[in-house]
Nanobody
Framework: QVQLVESGGGLVQAGGSLRLSCAAS????????MGWLRQAPGKEREFVAA????????YYADSVKGRFTISRDNAKNTVYLQMNSLKPEDTAVFYC?????????????????????WGQGTQVTVSS
């Protein structure tokens, strides 16, 4: 069992930056692949970024590639999402999620249903 708590969301102007954090409970955090997904009003939840337990495998959605960076610190049981050059279309509730299955040779990390545990979400609003 893993419990996830996101923080770091807020209101920022277009072009600005935010860093989201996700603190995980449990001694097995380092065995989970982690992901960030987001959901804008009226839209389905969509994949943003994922990182393997070791950090070797990292994936991004095309819409955030080059602007967002996912990282993790297994000693602190925390995963981060650094978001730069934010755009109004990035406005959404951002969720941290954990999955037991490996990211290696995987393509299903883009699907929300492939994640086993979820945080409560943190709101990110980007004004134009």
């Amino acid at each position: 069992q893993v419990q996830l708590v996101e923080s770091g969301g807020g209101l920022v102007q277009a072009g600005g930056s935010l860093r989201l954090s996700c603190a995980a409970s449990g001694r097995t955090f380092s065995s989970y692949a982690m992901g960030w997904l987001r959901q804008a009003p009226g839209k389905e939840r969509e994949f943003v970024a994922a990182i393997s337990w070791s950090g070797k495998w990292i994936y991004y959605a095309d819409s955030v590639k080059g602007r967002f960076t996912i990282s993790r610190d297994n000693a602190k049981n925390t995963v981060y999402l650094q978001m730069n050059s934010l755009k109004p279309e990035d406005t959404a509730v951002f969720y941290c999620a954990a999955r037991r299955s490996s990211l290696a040779n995987s393509s299903n990390y883009v699907y929300p249903e492939s994640y086993d545990y979820w945080g409560q979400g943190t709101q990110v609003t980007v004004s134009s």
